[in-house]
Nanobody
């Protein structure tokens, strides 16, 4: 059973920064890719960023230049550094991993950007 420990969410003012982290455990297989989704109230879930085991990254256009995804393969942990946050970044952020058996998601952590 894959389990996640997500942390780092909270309330921040516009222009501020947060760093999310997610540690995955319980997978006996190699993790191909890790990433972060977000879902705002009334909106569809959106893939924010991904990173492969080799370090290749992809971002949704709306966060390019502001968010940085990274991972620690030895710890099965993925991070999301979020800078210059905007109110429209407000959402529940969930991490995900891709392993040979499929894709798994965490429960998420709330990020609220508001003055």
């Amino acid at each position: 059973q894959v389990q996640f420990v997500e942390s780092g969410g909270g309330l921040v003012q516009p222009g501020g920064s947060l760093r999310l982290s997610c540690a995955a455990s319980g997978s006996s297989s190699s993790i191909y890719a890790m990433g972060w989704y977000r879902q705002a109230p009334g909106k569809q879930r959106e893939l924010v960023a991904t990173i492969t085991s080799g370090g290749n990254t992809n971002y949704v256009d709306s966060v390019k230049g502001r968010f940085t995804i990274s991972r620690d393969n030895a710890k099965n942990t993925v991070y999301l550094q979020m800078n210059s946050l905007k109110p429209e970044d407000t959402a529940v952020y969930s991490c995900m991993i891709v392993v040979p058996k499929g894709t798994y998601w965490g429960h998420g952590t709330q990020v609220t950007v508001s003055s």
